[in-house]
């Protein structure tokens, strides 16, 4: 039963923060963003959000880290009057770098298949 909580409960999470960066913050640093995926620990007081942008370039990168870090009060404190639990995790934003590590694969293989 914990489990399927969990998983409804990172469901939710991901849904809202998307809805919440969309609508409610207005940071041009945080403009673009998809949320790909949310973690949360078994006793729901830490959520790890995994989120990727368009761009490569580090500065990007570092630019949206902190305007994400700025905007982290606001997100928890929506999400905690939108989610009808009893303590709202603790939020951390990850970068997930899994699609441009399967570009990366994709271009190996393209490469490989064009050597034959």
């Known amino acids: 039963m914990a489990q399927y909580r969990v998983g409804r409960l990172e469901q939710e999470i ?16 945080v403009q673009g963003i998809t949320v790909t995926g949310v973690e949360v620990t078994g006793d729901l007081q830490q959520a790890t959000i995994y989120y990727s942008i368009l ?15 700025k905007a982290t009060g606001l997100i928890r404190k929506e999400l905690g009057s939108r989610l009808s639990i009893y303590k709202t995790p603790e939020l951390k934003f990850q970068r997930d770098d899994s699609v441009k590590y399967g570009d990366n694969i994709d271009r190996l293989l393209n490469e490989l298949n064009s050597k034959q």
């Not at 761009?55 to 870090?69: I, Y």
């Open 55 to 69: 761009s490569d370039k580090a500065s990007d990168g570092e630019k949206t880290a902190a305007g994400l870090e």
């Open 14 to 29: 991901q849904k809202e923060v998307n809805d919440i960066l969309l609508k409610r913050v207005r940071d041009p640093r």
